[in-house]
């Protein structure tokens, strides 16, 4: 059976600093996905990391997956309010069907404090 | 953009009904996925489906099944709801069939509530 684990499950932090989301999981898998909850609203995708050693970034946000380790980080480069919200990672585990269900991490809420 | 639709945003229903939860995508994508979301708990599984009548369960299927007539169109079926399927529902999609390297897509879920 898949397990994510994500930490830290609550971050509070303050503007201006920079922070690491780890997501390890338990199986061979070389697909990871990071996506951002807002509350009350649905997921939304952030990053897609395909391979190891694939790094991806986007504003303040930058990803990273290293599938020998099963580790995935998220790291937030000097924090502004608006990056406050719930984070997510899935990893694929794919059962032999035509498509893959995502097993998901329990998330990690964010609170950027000014 | 992608659109996923879910047909209600809260439902409120009793013990023992039987509860259909509707989701349409615009994007002629190949893959629907329902999923349940509880505090603590993250999102986990519950049915996906590959192609128009082909299901596959997740990891909580039981107490649930699914239906997928058409490419654009996959129903949630509560079959006689009970008080531990409160929940927040979501619905996604994605493009391609596996090995995908797009993202699932969601909507914006139904807050579902059984009294």
């Known amino acids: 059976e898949l397990k994510v684990e994500q930490n830290p499950l609550f971050l509070s932090m303050q503007e201006g600093k920079n922070y690491t989301i780890y997501c390890n999981y338990s199986?061979?898998?070389?697909?990871l996905y990071w996506y951002r909850q807002d509350p009350g609203k649905s997921l939304e995708s952030l990053f897609v990391?395909?391979?190891?050693?694939a790094v991806k970034q986007e504003g303040r946000l930058m990803a990273s997956l290293d599938t020998k380790a099963r580790l995935s980080t998220l790291h937030i480069t000097a924090a502004v309010h608006d990056l406050s919200a719930t984070y997510f990672c899935a990893v694929d585990m794919y059962s032999g069907g035509g498509a893959d269900g995502l097993t998901f991490g329990k998330g990690t809420h964010l609170i950027i404090q000014p | 953009d992608v659109k996923v639709t879910q047909s209600s945003r809260y439902l409120v229903k009793r013990t023992g009904e039987k509860v259909f939860l509707e989701c349409v995508q615009d994007m002629d994508h190949e893959n629907m996925f329902w999923y349940r979301q509880d505090p603590g708990l993250g999102l986990r599984l519950i049915y996906f489906s590959y192609d128009v009548k082909m299901k596959e369960k997740g990891d909580i299927p039981e107490g649930y099944s699914v239906s997928r007539e058409k490419k654009e169109r996959f129903s949630l079926i509560l079959e006689s709801a009970s008080t531990n399927q409160t929940s927040m529902y979501l619905c996604?999609?994605?493009?391609?069939?596996?090995?995908?390297?797009?993202?699932?897509?969601f909507g914006d879920g139904t807050r579902l509530s059984i009294l």
């Open positions: 199986t061979t898998s070389d697909r």
């Open positions: 990391l395909l391979s190891n050693g």
């Open positions: 996604a999609s994605s493009r391609d069939r596996y090995p995908s390297n797009q993202p699932q897509h």
